[in-house]
């Protein structure tokens, strides 16, 4: 086999959504420096492709994730340019923030048709040419706030749960044809999550809440720019992750979210104890 021969072999096709910024820019460019061919998926293709860069191993397409037909219209360009998809990443989503009683009932179902149905849409149509070849990564950019909620996240944390419950679940049923799932769940970075572009607040209506309010958006605006985490190493580390026969189910990103892990790992425990006797003594007499 020659040296061009190997590196066909070892090149795979990452589909990447929302790689038009942010973290999925970075990991596009990875990827492409890995020697991998990339398609970027993005409302607009053309900022798309500006934000990443020129290669012959890019292919920029449009694809608004909440369209299931746009999903499918994207991937099956995928698959005509380079003929199959071996790591998916859904990284597109937004951020409604906000105190559940003001984010209106269209805000909240917005997030989670963003962020649960947007990668369900994706991971659909992507999965039947995944499992005509027998192999494939399902990478889900989920969150901290997927495995443990708080003030001010109501919307974002429920889309966010939904995500880890539905790729949890996922991996076993396609684990027969050679799939896997990786759950990502980063802490804070330096990404444009936190900006303008893609966080909204929801409207301050509510007299009890207005205080919290103030000091929550002024506390995360002030956060914008100065996060610990460098979405370029984040990159890097999903490159070296996907090239594992058995990639982790879970992969805390950032130093904040082992934290998270353990704590809530904890507190988990904790609770399970509390009420043990109780929660033992529930079966019929009979059981």
Known sequence: MTEQDNARTEQKVWFITGAG????????????????????????P?????????????????????????????????????????????????????????????????????????????????????????????????????????EFLTAYAASKFGVEGWAESLAPEVAPFGIRTMIVEP???????????STRYAASTIEDYAERTRQTVTAWKGMNGLQGGNPAKLADALIQLAKLDEPPLRFAAGADAVGVFETKSKELHAQAGAYRELSSNLAHEDA
Do not use: C, W
């Open 21 to 44: 910024r942010g973290m999925g820019t970075d990991i596009a460019k990875a990827a492409l420096a890995a020697g991998h061919a990339v398609v970027a998926a993005g409302r607009n």
């Open 46 to 150: 053309e900022k798309v492709a500006q934000a990443i860069g020129q290669s012959e191993h890019l292919l920029a397409v449009k694809l608004d994730v909440t369209d299931p037909a746009a999903a499918e219209a994207a991937v099956r360009a995928a698959v005509d340019r380079f003929g199959r998809i071996d790591v998916l990443v859904n990284n597109a989503g937004n951020f409604y923030a906000g105190f559940f009683e003001e984010i209106t009932p269209a805000d909240f179902r917005t997030q989670i048709e963003t962020t649960l149905f947007g990668p369900m849409n994706v991971t659909r149509a992507a999965l039947p040419f995944m499992r005509a070849q027998r192999s494939g990564l399902l990478v889900t950019i989920s969150s901290t706030a997927g495995l443990a909620g708080g």
């Open 187 to 197: 802490g804070f970075f330096r990404t444009e999550l936190l900006s303008p572009e």
